[in-house]
């Protein structure tokens, strides 16, 4: 079964505005990962929250995490046409020797230029 | 450059035969990864290796199987495609010890059984 959902599944936006992506799962995790997924492509890393951190930051990206309301969000500013794509969260568990990576459905992005 | 190599692109297959979707990482990551990938599904794990020479079930193993005779290729093999079998696959790899960082993915493979 699918450990989380994103929501909105799609969003449409203009160049320049920001674009928030929200992630909610159902059991306890370790850290809590954002993806991208250009079309046709593999996905690409973009951050990993800790469940000890709060928020984090990578260039125009901006990560949230609330671990007793068990969501994240990802907030992209100032966007631009090439930020369209499809963004993923993923819920991470480790245990000894193993890490277990869990997608959601993912919300695909529209940046209009 | 540093990644994962994943082939083929793309392949039709009849239904019954067999296919080995080929991936190799030159990161010496110690873990890899087969995920599928459906429209409106997400990514769905069907088989993990930890470690050279051990591998484990993910959440959508059936019909696949997988080998990891050394640290850089995880061939993913369909016994008898169904056309249920239909899908986007990616090979991913990561460090599995200590700070855990993102995982790589490949290009994927687009899978059609006819």
């Not at chain 1, 079964?1 to 928030?20: K, R, W």
């Not at chain 1, 309301?69 to 500013?77: E, N, V, W």
């Not at chain 2, 019954?16 to 990551?29: A, Y």
């Not at chain 2, 995880?74 to 990561?94: D, E, K, N, R």
Request: proline share 4%.
């Amino acid at each position: 079964s699918q450990q989380g959902e994103e929501d909105p599944q799609a969003l449409s936006i203009q160049e320049g505005e920001n674009a928030t992506m929200n992630c909610s799962y159902k059991t306890s995790i370790n850290n809590l990962q954002w993806y991208r997924q250009n079309s046709g492509r593999g996905l690409v890393h973009l951050i990993l929250i800790r469940s000890n951190e709060r928020e984090k930051h990578s260039g125009r990206l901006r990560v949230t995490l609330d671990t007793s309301k068990k969501s994240s969000s990802l907030l992209i500013t100032a966007s631009r046409a090439a930020d369209t794509a499809s963004y993923f969260c993923a819920k991470e568990r480790l245990s000894p020797g193993r890490r277990a990576l869990t997608f959601g459905s993912g919300t695909r992005l529209q940046v209009q230029p | 450059i540093a990644g994962i190599t994943q082939a083929p692109t793309s392949q039709i297959l009849a239904a019954g035969r067999r296919m080995t979707l080929r991936c190799t990482q030159d990161m010496r990551h110690n873990a890899m990864y087969w995920y599928r990938q459906d429209l409106g599904l997400g990514l769905r794990l069907i088989h993990y290796s930890n470690t050279a020479g051990t591998t484990g079930k993910g959440e959508v193993p059936d019909g696949y199987s997988v080998s990891r005779a050394n640290t850089d290729d995880f061939p993913l093999t369909l016994a008898s495609a169904v056309p249920s079998q239909t899908s986007v696959y990616f090979c991913a790899s990561s460090d599995i010890y200590d700070r855990p960082g993102g995982y790589t993915f490949g290009s994927g493979t687009r899978l059609t059984v006819v």
